[in-house]
């Protein structure tokens, strides 16, 4: 049964950095493209970006400029940056597992979430 | 980029009738690249249908998916009180790469 674990700071300041991260358990954790993906009242759910255990990430463009994500295979965790965050960021946060995608074939789903993390963004 | 129009916004019904859920995309897309979710309220997504008509592991076969090229379907027979909740299509996209539909609210009459 594949686990996902995610924790980190709950309560930001306007222009402070929020850093998740998210543990992965009783599964694969290679080949597959680990998530990030927010959900909030005014814009719903978010695609923030994926990472692979290779290390390439692919972010959203409307948020590129401020997301750095990274990985960590040797702990099966993966990890989300988002800077200088605004109110704009508030929203519950989840990591969550992408497709592992063949030279043939590819179901682009998310088939395992973490819990999901509050995050408000206020001074 | 690619926008996702569910239909309706809010679906009011009583257990056990049938209820049928729209998602229709600004362009065609493979079928591969069609997912549902059900949302709960307090709960991460859970992911019922991809490939636009496999039911993930677990999913009870009341759900079911169809659809093709711009127009999906989830249609859920026989409603159990445990299915009312948000109902999200979502599809993989060139940039951002998935998208996610503003949802359907399945509740109740």
């Known amino acids: 049964q594949v686990e996902l674990q995610q924790w980190g700071a709950g309560l930001l300041k306007p222009l402070e950095t929020l850093s998740l991260s998210c543990a992965v358990s009783?599964?694969?954790?290679?080949?597959?493209?680990w998530t990030w993906i927010r959900q909030s009242p005014e814009k719903g759910l978010e695609w923030i970006g994926e990472?692979?255990?290779?290390?390439?990430?692919n972010y959203n463009p409307s948020l590129q400029s401020r997301v750095i994500m990274s990985i960590d295979t040797s702990k099966n965790q993966f990890s989300l940056n988002l800077n200088s965050v605004t109110a704009a960021d508030t929203a519950v946060y989840y990591c969550?597992?992408?497709?592992?995608?063949?030279?043939?074939?590819?179901?682009?789903?998310?088939?395992?979430w973490g819990p999901g993390t509050q995050v408000t963004v206020s001074s | 980029d690619i926008v996702l129009m569910q239909s309706p916004s809010t679906l009011s019904l009583s257990p056990g009738e049938d209820a049928t859920l729209s998602c229709r995309t600004s362009?065609?897309?493979?079928?591969?690249?069609l997912a549902w979710y059900q949302q709960k309220p307090g709960q991460a997504p859970r992911l019922l249908i991809y490939?636009?008509?496999i039911r993930a592991t677990g999913i009870p076969d009341r759900f079911s998916g169809s659809g093709s090229g711009t127009h999906f379907t989830l249609t859920i027979n026989r409603l159990e009180p445990e299915d009312f909740a948000m109902y999200y299509c979502?599809?993989?996209?060139?940039?951002?790469?998935?998208?996610f539909g503003q949802g359907t609210k399945l509740q109740i009459k």
């Open positions: 490939g636009a008509s």
């Open positions: 009783g599964g694969s954790f290679s080949g597959y493209q």
């Open positions: 969550a597992r992408g497709p592992r995608c063949s030279s043939s074939s590819c179901y682009f789903r998310f088939a395992y």
């Open positions: 362009e065609s897309i493979y079928s591969s690249y």
């Open positions: 990472i692979s255990d290779t290390g390439k990430a």
């Open positions: 979502q599809q993989y996209d060139r940039s951002p790469r998935y998208v």
